[in-house]
């Protein structure tokens, strides 16, 4: 039996090294069967695991943009495709991923991965390799600095919480007294630390706090001990958790104005409360108008491939691929290598789908933001872009 | 194959010396083999497993502690680690043994209040050990970062030559299980290690002979948690940022299933297990959302079939007495027949 | 004061859930003898039951009991053909290690075929308040709370007055000495492991009632709350687990009622390491109540 068993074991650990090596032998075969000339971006998803709905999320919004590029003729002249691999929401498991496409020379940059933990533990990685690693949802402030090959576009948090203190709280609300909720992670400090420097300079006065972390259930004990304070608006920093929290503060029957910073105008929102969101204002940087065929056609799109209604996470996903598309375009008629596209990739500037894209020197971005409400079960657009000049 | 196998044996048995020499001349030569950073990434991350694995396996495989919550004690390490280097700039060379020791001495207040629990009840506290320390290097901002973890982790320096590749840091971890394994080796034939063996297999009988079961469950303890703070401070470096995501109770039942499908009991047992688990987990990756599906079946399946794991201790109490019976009474019946 | 009175409240519907999901643990490990960790999964099997039924039938909470009862026990029944049938003399860990094969199996099946996103469960129980002085109390909490009364009542008139219940305790209490008396050892013991997992399936449905979303993903931390519950309690005593239960939902409102609810796992398991350092067997009076 344990002869048997060494035998399995030997013969797995030979064929992992043959379809190692067999992945290099094909290095720098950059035209695929049809003559075309491809560009292959790598795309890093926990596909399982507790992560898994934004992993979906990210396979099949990347999915789609690459098709849509390649049915318009692709970028110059080059179609493009990509190869996903499931990280497991694993920072082990994302970082060998990040050396596998590193070494693999077809791979032009790498879109991911989803949780900051893991990005940050691929920084150096990617660094040494010379290749981007464009994270669509990468929050930890300290991230994008961390080389000149990473990248994120998931908005600075010192544009949008004080945005959110000064001009919704304050101008808009007209509120003087605030109660913050936020989750425990990279982003809500951040959001959080933000959004109190903000309120400190217009005067707003935070009357109590509370966070929790990743995965909490039961907010009620919470909510009692912000209700205790009496303030005139709460704030929710979070994404997943926004719905929960709202439908609590239902259930406790308290009659607050309740905002939150992070979930944008998501449907998720709208299906999970009902009409417990009713009169919830959010600020988004885009807005899906039910208005305008081309966004409610990509949301049905959407929602036919994956069986859910699509949150922010895939949108900015969907973004990161016309990202690079657009440095691709850029480099022009030049060699599409990995430097290349990072170059371009700093100068590129798109009208993405979740707003304008534009990189600052660390290589995150700053986003304008809208001003949102649900009203008759609907997101409607309260104040415009250029409600904060 | 047989053949082959039998000659093996008996080149090993006659010439221990030389094949220990090949088999290391061998070790050392992988990363000229595979010069690409992906696959050496694969092989570090089987030998630090194994080295977890192997950890763990002194608690749960030697004296039949059942601890779940390993990841509190490669949390300890590693933070540990990455706190000393970025606060003190202490030498890594020299944070290895300190992680281990503070990983050590935490494994030491878990089992001290719990050495009268039962095995059931002991692994309620270690999980629920493990859930604390993750919390508290999850809140404590000031110490850990919060949770905005750690980064820029110092790198370690060997004689001036900065080990920063995945391919260099191979040898780190190469050196490490191999002193684990020699340690561990020299300690399971000591008079502790056989301390802890007589424990596994009869709790009562060893204390009736004198064996002093509380110090030796202690020590057990210590040691399986020393290993484990040293995996996490050679790891903090490695990544280079850390932060409390890292030590989740999945990466503890990770660990466990390593141990469990390599085999209990035996040294080499957690080190198959840690090669099993990590080169499925990559080859599987065709079918995607079903590779953890397969992970699990094959968890189950292999516990059906070979309760003691690959290469685990089959002649003790860990294979599963009713299996053993079965066995023996197939045994009886050929003789009859 | 009103503050902490209406905390309380708080813990109590919590940990009234809680109790339910320790009482159907302790049933479990009870009967068989085994420590499982796939009661979180059986709960959120239990939760998808109960989704499915409100999705397609309407809002009839009575169905929904039914459908996750039902579906639950199913459940149980692969876990017991799984898990427990041919290990019960064999060492602990390899059924343990058995369990948490199976959570895997189910969660990950749960993530392909339900969905990995979260679901609405909305309006399944109208939204009253009511108002007792300073309390405040929600239509929802007095009906999660009447029903794991209810619930407790029926386990324990079940277990200490039927036949049935006489088989399960002599199950329970020695297999040989039970198989020798002419128990079918075998399937009283499934039967028991599967009305654990049908109260546990109840008790998803009454979270995702109170919570009012449900996911895949959800029974990770539930299974652990049931067990650490269920260990307070002695692990084996469904009275003394529902006691422990409501303790754990009650320790933890309140100690978020004073500092964070980052801290909410370190008071539900902090409680517990000490009160099993001060009382080994937990709640238990019994002497050798624990397995």
Known sequence: MKKVLSVLLAVMMVATILTGCSGGAKESNETSAKGEKVVKFGLLAPLTGTNAEYGKGFQIATQMAIDEINAAGGVNGYKLAIEVADSKGDQKESSDLARKFGDDKEIKAIIGDFASGACMANAPIVDAAGIVQLSPTASNPDYAGMSPYTFSIMGRQDAEAPFFAKYIIDKYLGAKSVALIYINSDWGVASHDNFVKGAEEVGLNIVAEANYVQDEKDFSSVLLKLKAADPEVLVIFDQGAVPQIVNQVAQLDWDVQITTLGPGTSQQILDLCGKNAEGLITSTPFFFDPESEAQTAWKKTFKEKAGFEPTVHPVVAYDCVYLLAKAIEMIGDGEVSRDAIRDNLQKAEIEGLAGPIKFSEAGDISRQYLICAVENGQFVIKEGYDYSK | MNELFSKIKIFYEKHKLISFGIGLALLLAIPALFPKSYIMGIIDRILLYALLAGGLNVINGYSSQFCIGYAAFYCIGAYTEAIMSLRLNFNFWILLPISGIFAATAGLLVCLPTLKLKGKYLSIVTLGFSEIIRLIALNWSGLTGGPMGLKGIPVPNFFGIKIKSSISYYYIFLGLVIIFLFATSRVIKSKIGRAWLSIREDELAARSLGVETSKYKALNFMYGAFWAGVAGAAYAPYTRYIDSTFFTLDEGFNILSMVIIGGMGTLIGPVAGSIVVNLLTELLRPISEYRMVAYAILIIVMMWLRPQGLFGASNSILSGGKIKKKEERRKKKEVVV | ?291
């Open chain 3, 1 to 291: 004061m009103e503050y902490f009175l209406n905390q309380l409240v708080n813990g109590i519907s919590q940990g009234a859930i809680y109790a339910l999901m320790a009482i159907s643990y302790s049933v479990v490990v009870g009967v068989t003898g085994l420590i499982t960790f796939t009661h979180g999964e059986v709960i959120m099997i239990g939760a998808f039951a109960s989704f499915y039924i409100f999705q397609f039938v309407g809002n009839n909470l009575i169905l929904g009991f039914v459908a996750s009862f039902i579906a639950s026990w199913l459940i149980g029944m692969v876990i017991y053909y799984v898990c427990y049938n041919r290990f019960f003399e064999s060492p602990s860990h390899i059924s343990l290690i058995c369990t948490i094969g199976i959570s895997m199996l189910i969660k990950n099946l749960a993530q392909i075929y339900f969905g990995p996103n979260q679901k609405p469960m909305l309006n399944v129980i109208d939204n009253k308040v009511f108002r007792i002085g300073v309390l405040q109390i929600s239509m929802i909490q007095i009906i999660i709370v009447i029903t794991v009364i209810v619930l407790a009542g029926i386990l324990s008139f079940f277990i200490n007055k039927t036949r049935w219940g006489i088989k399960l305790r002599t199950v329970s209490q020695d297999k040989k000495a039970a198989s020798l008396m002419g128990v079918n050892v075998s399937r009283t013991a499934m039967i028991g492991n599967c009305i654990g997992c049908g109260l546990a399936g109840i008790s998803g449905m009454l979270i995702s009632v109170y919570y009012q979303t449900l996911q895949a993903t959800m029974g990770g931390s539930l299974g652990m709350k049931a067990f650490s519950s269920s260990v307070l309690g002695g692990l084996t005593d469904t009275r003394f687990s529902a006691l422990g239960g409501l303790a754990i939902g009650i320790i933890e409102n309140l100690g978020i009622a004073i500092s964070s609810a980052s801290f909410r796992d370190i008071f539900a398991f902090g409680f517990l390491i000490l009160i099993l350092i001060i009382r080994p067997e937990g709640f238990a009076t019994k002497k050798g109540a624990r397995p």
